[in-house]
C-alpha cells in the first residue's frame, strides 16, 4: 500500500518559516521524481517545487529564492523549506510522487500565513 504524508504544516506569520516533510512508503522512493503542489482555495493545484531522483530541482517562479526542497533516500523523505512565506503562500501544500505512468499523492497539509 502506497502511503505518501505530509506533515510540518500550520499558522506561520508574515516573513516566517516553516519545514514540510514527506513520508513516503510502499514505493522504491530513490527511483521516484518528487514534488510539492499547493491548492489556494478556488485557484487549481500548482507545481512549487521538485526534485528528481538524481537531485535536479525547479521551482515556481513565485517560491525561488524563499523555497528549496530536498529529499533523503536513506529516511524515504522529502522536505520543501518554506522562508520568508507571505500570505498568498497560504494554501493546502500536497506531495507528489512520479515514476513512468505511477503518480502517488498525499493527503496534503494546510499552512496558512496570516498576522
Known amino acids: 500500500q502506497v502511503q505518501l504524508v505530509e506533515s510540518g504544516g500550520g499558522l506561520v506569520q508574515p516573513g516566517g518559516s516553516l519545514r514540510l516533510s514527506c513520508a513516503a512508503s510502499g514505493i522504491g522512493f530513490s527511483v521516484y521524481d518528487m514534488g510539492w503542489y499547493r491548492q489556494a482555495p478556488g485557484k487549481q493545484r500548482e507545481l512549487v517545487a521538485a526534485i528528481t531522483r538524481g537531485g535536479g530541482t525547479n521551482f515556481a517562479d513565485s517560491v525561488k529564492g524563499r523555497f528549496t526542497i530536498s529529499r533523503d533516500n536513506a529516511k524515504n523523505t522529502v522536505y520543501l523549506q518554506m522562508n520568508s512565506l507571505k500570505p498568498e503562500d497560504t494554501a493546502v501544500y500536497f506531495c507528489?510522487?512520479?515514476?513512468?505512468?505511477?503518480?502517488?499523492w498525499g493527503q496534503g497539509t494546510q499552512v496558512t500565513v496570516s498576522s
Open positions: 507528489n510522487a512520479k515514476y513512468s505512468i505511477l503518480q502517488y
